[in-house]
């Protein structure tokens, strides 16, 4: 635990668009995953996984078979949320 302020999640207008497509369940998982455990003032990245390739520089986060691409900026205590969709179509 860190006693700084909490992380600020923001998303982006396609994340947002991405996230009205999810079906209700898959919606709220993900909602209460940006609350519960981004959300926070820990580190938001203890629960993702860095990216590589094309993709260097932003996170993953999965909730179950959903996958969430972020930007961390350090500087604005911020999770920009850039993607929410099915694992089989986040990265294309």
């Known amino acids: 635990m ?13 994340a947002a668009d991405d996230l009205r497509q999810l079906g209700a369940t898959d919606r709220q998982h993900v909602l209460s995953y940006l609350r519960t455990r981004l959300a926070t003032p820990d580190d938001p990245r203890r629960f993702g996984k860095a990216l590589t390739g094309d993709l260097k520089g932003l996170w993953r986060y999965r909730i179950g078979d959903i996958r969430m691409i972020v930007s961390i900026k350090d500087e604005t205590v911020t999770v920009l949320v850039l993607r929410v969709a099915h694992q089989r179509e986040v990265y294309g």
Do not use: F, I, K, S
């Open 2 to 14: 860190t006693d700084g302020p909490p992380w600020h999640v923001e998303l982006d207008a396609g």
